[in-house]
């Protein structure tokens, strides 16, 4: 009798994903893996075929980062192919990126210091030349470590990576070539298509022993060469040990703002990248629709711009509003104020924006738009308010509340 472990399933099905930015896209490829989502899953996770073969994940974080389809969607499907038990591995790496987000909502100083970090180390790159030279070599996959090169110009073509090569990646970017994590952080999220602010610094944070303090993790060639079923071994170009990063700042616990119920009259309903269905939640007068993206810094692939506009547009299409557009602007003051007005409401709602990109724009607009009369109301969805209160310490007290959550959320046969 073979193991998953002792045997590859789908090595030679060969499987490639193709991130479409519509709600469709994603639901075909939910229902193309929901099967999957038990034993397959567990025993398949961790193996990364290449980008020819995404059989063994679902490669469904593109759309969930932009909730073309939501967590409760892929949990719906899931849970009609198997029993909890039998997908719980998969059920919980979905309730990962909710404990990511909720932790580091309820841990903001984290997201600010990290920018802060970012923006010091980019000033170092200018003043070192050989500083510089070993971090153009690493964004340019020319280290000479030709796994560590290989992803690179992966996730630089496709957008995408799995997550156990992102893991692996961290880690010789850290303890290998010993450069910042936060240069490493920016890297990924100037180039993933799924990438979420939260889970993304978070998980570079545990990488280092930073978010776990003093727990580190330390790519292994032997575990490169299992798990990339051969395609890679870098023996003898691998630091064989990973001494924890430290940081001389405790981050203080910061309690969520409580949900605040829709607003009464009608509104102007704005679609952001941050959660493109907005429809399956927010309700009431809806007196026209707006998308608005960013266009990002400089360092940002064009692919991650394309994607989250084309996620706004998929959402706005499916808004019922004919004439509903998606702009991409820096300043995103003067065309909502317009917008509000041509639709003649004095009201904005918008899906929550948990920190990040998104909600520092929202955040720099609410005091001009309540200048002109204007209020802007962010919705949480019921989804963020059940699961966010409990990632105030490890996952580990998260997941013990899983089944709980389930019901809570409406699954009655867990």
Not at 162 to 187: E, K, V, Y
Not at 264 to 283: A, H, R
Not at 286 to 300: A, D, F, I, N
Not at 340 to 361: D, E, F, R, Y
Request: charged fraction near 20%; charge should be neutral.
């Amino acid at each position: 009798m073979t193991t998953p472990d002792m045997f590859p399933a789908g090595k030679h099905q060969p499987e490639i994903v193709a991130f479409e930015p519509t709600r469709r896209a994603g639901l075909e490829r939910l229902a193309k893996f929901a099967s999957r989502t038990g034993a397959h899953y567990a025993g398949q996770r961790n193996y990364d075929f290449g980008s020819q073969n995404r059989s063994s994940v679902s490669a469904l974080s593109p759309w969930i980062k932009h909730r073309l389809i939501t967590e409760e969607d892929v949990l719906t499907q899931t849970l009609a192919h198997h029993s909890l038990s039998a997908s719980m591995k998969f059920v919980q790496e979905v309730f990962w990126r909710s404990y990511f987000k909720g932790w580091m909502e309820q841990h903001p100083s984290v997201w600010h210091g990290y920018l802060s970090d970012l923006e010091i180390a980019f000033e170092k790159l200018e003043k070192n030349r050989f500083y510089k030279t070993d971090y153009d070599e690493a964004i340019e996959g020319r280290t000479g470590i030709d796994c560590f090169d290989h992803w690179c110009e992966e996730l630089k073509t496709t957008g995408y990576l799995h997550n156990h090569a992102r893991m692996w990646f961290a880690s010789i970017w850290i303890f290998t070539l010993r450069l910042p994590w936060q240069l490493g952080a920016d890297f990924f999220l100037s180039h993933l298509i799924d990438g979420d602010p939260a889970a993304n610094t978070l998980s570079w944070r545990w990488v280092g022993g930073l978010h776990t303090k003093g727990k580190t993790y330390l790519a292994r060639p032997s575990n490169i060469a299992q798990f990339t079923d051969g395609r890679f071994e870098p023996v003898n170009q691998l630091s064989s040990t990973s001494m924890p990063l430290v940081e001389d700042i405790d981050h203080p616990f910061v309690p969520l703002s409580s949900p605040q119920p829709l607003p009464q009259g009608s509104y102007m309903l704005l679609v952001t990248s941050e959660d493109c269905q907005p429809e399956t939640f927010i309700t009431g007068s809806q007196v026209g629709v707006l998308g608005l993206v960013s266009p990002g810094p400089p360092t940002q692939n064009t692919q991650v711009h394309a994607f989250a506009k084309g996620a706004a547009t998929d959402a706005t299409a499916r808004s019922g509003q004919g004439t509903a557009t998606v702009s991409t602007v820096q300043d995103w003051s003067d065309i909502l104020i317009d917008a509000a007005h041509k639709a003649g409401t004095n009201q904005i709602v918008t899906p929550m924006a948990a920190l990040g990109p998104v909600a520092t724009q929202l955040a720099l607009v609410k005091g001009t738009l309540k200048q002109a009369g204007i209020e802007l109301h962010q919705h949480q969805r019921t989804y963020d308010t059940l699961t966010w209160p409990h990632a105030t310490k490890g996952f580990f007290k998260l997941k013990k509340k899983i089944p709980n959550l389930l019901k809570d959320l409406g699954f009655t046969d867990v």
